[in-house]
């Protein structure tokens, strides 16, 4: 029996969702997370104009409100020709689940949120992802260079995993996030679809645990 969290680094839901899934961890130490990535704006070519950076920018309003965590709007608002493609930030989850498999994923996801949702950094940029994830790693004990973590980001096994996880994604009918699903053995019971309180969160959690127990 485990989580399964399926979601987005740059989903701005996601972000907000991060901070509840941490907690809610930390409740449940018993039970493991895995992370899937849903790709929402994967393989994105057009650039973000002034509408589209208004649209996500009222989204970000609302998540901050719901969940107190800071936006860099300024950063954001000034990037041009900036092209809201998710799909490297959602490799570079995968190739650090791939380089380090006993390491906390969740923690790495964050890291990687906050580099674009508070300092503000280029997360299409392979460099950048992996000077963020690599220094995530080594917080967590595990020695990867950014150099390192680079050339594992590249790699054709690395794409090919990613691309795996959104038709896996697709394939639990999930569509939206975030989402969160209690696995027991092939039955999901859906946890969250969307963000939702750790309280709030837990009472669900502790429904679904009854209602699997019970089948």
């Known amino acids: 029996m485990k989580l399964v969290f399926a979601g987005d680094p740059m989903c701005s839901w996601c972000y907000g969702f991060g901070k509840e899934l941490t907690a809610l961890s930390k409740r449940h ?22 509408a589209g950076k208004q649209f996500r920018l009222q989204h970000w309003a609302r998540v901050e409100e719901s969940s107190g965590l800071p936006f860099n709007r300024q950063a954001f608002q000034a990037r041009q020709n900036f092209i809201y493609d998710t799909e490297p930030i959602c490799r570079a989850v995968v190739a650090a689940r ?15 949120q906050h580099a674009f949702y508070v300092d503000g950094l280029d997360t299409t940029s392979g460099k950048v992802l992996s000077q963020v994830a690599a220094q995530a790693l080594s917080g ?28 896996n994604v697709r394939a639990l009918g999930i569509s939206s996030f975030p989402a969160l699903l209690l696995q027991d053995g092939d039955d999901y019971a859906m946890i969250s679809p969307g963000y ?20």
């Open 29 to 50: 130490p018993e039970l493991q997370l895995e992370i899937m990535l849903g790709g929402v704006r994967a393989g994105a070519t057009d650039i973000l104009d002034d």
């Open 196 to 215: 939702t309180h750790v309280d709030q969160l837990d009472a669900k959690l502790a429904a679904a645990l009854k209602q699997l127990q019970a089948a």
């Open 140 to 167: 967590l004990g595990h020695a990867v260079s950014a150099e390192q973590f680079h050339e594992k980001w590249k790699s054709p096994e690395v794409i090919a995993a990613t691309l795996a996880d959104f038709r």
């Open 98 to 112: 791939m380089l380090a498999p006993q390491a906390d994923l969740l923690v790495v996801f964050r890291a990687l």
